[in-house]
């Protein structure tokens, strides 16, 4: 069965750092581009960005772009969210999905997520 | 503000039909695929159709998605509570170059 196990909830002070995993099963973990949505409480999803395992390549929403960094680490299939500095603001659930490829007929190539994590809740207080 | 435009709320009674719905641009739906995720209350979002109009399995029938020009539906028909629900529609845009989502339609069944 495939799935993507994350890790536990988290509750921080502004200012602090974070990583929170999600563990891939199931399938090739390495060639298949994983990612993370955020979803603010009582709001919709969010996009943040995705990674594909294998060579580490990372494309990031731009709303995201420079706030977190997503990274992964093909030998333990596990991929990764992190924050340096986190503020009020980024509380929220956090989504890790594997992400599926579509390719057009002139060889645009596209995402979208197939199989979702539980979701980490991430909650910022002072 | 999201990129897809969604109608906040939907309802309907058991047996019924309804239909939530989905708009965009040229530079997602209109050129792309669309997606379809149902989030159930307290849990983590589901992919309910894709390319559009395909169901993954498990997916009860009951559940169809069409597109046309830069719009896109998602039907349920023969209701049942436990289709009670947030609805998102995602797609790709090549003008942001990420994946979008719309502001999901919660479903209540009355």
């Known amino acids: 069965e495939v799935q993507v196990v994350q890790s536990g909830g988290e509750v921080k002070k502004p200012g602090e750092s974070l990583k929170i995993s999600c563990k891939g099963s199931?399938?090739?973990?390495?060639?298949?581009?994983i990612g993370w949505v955020r979803q603010m409480p009582g709001r919709g999803l969010d996009w943040m960005g995705m990674i594909y395992p294998d060579d580490s390549d990372t494309r990031y929403s731009q709303s995201f772009q420079g706030q977190v960094t997503i990274s992964a680490d093909k030998s333990i299939s596990t991929a990764y969210l992190q924050w340096s500095s986190l503020k009020a603001s980024d509380t929220a659930i956090y989504y890790c999905?594997?992400?599926?490829?579509?390719?057009?007929?002139?060889?645009?190539?596209?995402?979208?997520?197939?199989?979702w994590g539980k979701g980490t809740t991430v909650t910022v207080s002072s | 503000q999201s990129v897809l435009t969604q109608t906040p709320s939907a309802s309907g009674t058991p047996g019924q039909r309804v239909t939530i719905s989905c708009s965009g641009s040229s530079s997602n739906i209109g050129n792309y695929y669309v997606y379809w995720y149902q989030q159930l209350p307290g849990t983590a979002p589901k992919l309910l159709i894709y390319?559009?109009?395909q169901r993954p399995s498990g997916v009860p029938d009951r559940f169809s998605g069409s597109k046309s020009g830069t719009s896109a539906s998602l039907a349920i028909s023969g209701l049942r509570s436990e289709d009670e629900a947030d609805y998102y529609c995602?797609?790709?845009?090549?003008?942001?170059?990420?994946?979008?989502f719309g502001g999901g339609t919660k479903l209540a069944v009355l």
């Open positions: 199931g399938y090739n973990f390495a060639t298949h581009w």
């Open positions: 390319s559009n109009s």
């Open positions: 999905a594997r992400h599926r490829i579509v390719a057009t007929i002139d060889n645009y190539f596209y995402y979208y997520m197939d199989v």
């Open positions: 995602s797609a790709w845009d090549d003008s942001l170059s990420g994946v979008v």
